[in-house]
């Protein structure tokens, strides 16, 4: 499985970092294609493929801007 750590954010996607109670979307300061546009699509997709309260908090964070919290998860 993916273990949320510095190293697996590359700068070129979007990751889903899943802490439980809230999803991160982790974007790429140059993201490849049309990712950047639909990153938080893609956590509100993920809440549905992992069986995931519609309610669960999806945060967008962009690489070189997380916050305090985000960088405590890695």
């Given at each position: 499985g993916f273990s949320a750590s510095r190293?697996?954010?590359?700068?070129?996607?979007?990751f889903i970092v899943d802490q439980g109670q809230e999803v991160f979307v982790?974007?790429?300061?140059q993201p490849a294609g049309?990712?950047?546009k639909y990153a938080l699509q893609r956590g509100i997709?993920?809440?549905?493929?992992?069986?995931k309260p519609m309610w669960t908090p999806v945060?967008?964070?962009?690489?070189g801007s997380e916050s305090k919290?985000?960088?405590a998860l890695l």
């Amino acid at each position: 499985g993916f273990s949320a750590s510095r190293s697996n954010l590359t700068s070129d996607g979007v990751f889903i970092v899943d802490q439980g109670q809230e999803v991160f979307v982790w974007l790429a300061k140059q993201p490849a294609g049309s990712d950047a546009k639909y990153a938080l699509q893609r956590g509100i997709d993920y809440l549905r493929t992992a069986g995931k309260p519609m309610w669960t908090p999806v945060h967008r964070v962009v690489e070189g801007s997380e916050s305090k919290e985000f960088k405590a998860l890695l």
